[in-house]
């Protein structure tokens, strides 16, 4: 399987969100990015998704 995104890189999704950096990775699963990201109070989040839902961020 060919890698399209790195760990350490920032992306979003496809249709807007905001700007999160690639942490780690599960290629086990459906849902195999695991990404991190402040929100507006300074929250740290970590999400997962579907690589086909992220795009780079530049």
């Known amino acids: 399987m060919e890698a399209k995104f790195r ?7 496809e249709f807007g969100g905001p700007i999160m950096k690639i942490i780690g990775f599960e ?5 195999n ?4 990201w402040e929100d ?3 929250t740290i989040i970590t999400g997962k998704f579907m690589d086909s839902v992220l795009i780079p961020a530049n």
């Open 27 to 31: 290629p086990e699963l459906i849902e």
């Open 40 to 42: 507006d109070e300074g």
């Open 33 to 36: 990015v695991i990404t991190q």
């Open 7 to 13: 760990k350490g890189q920032n992306v979003k999704q």
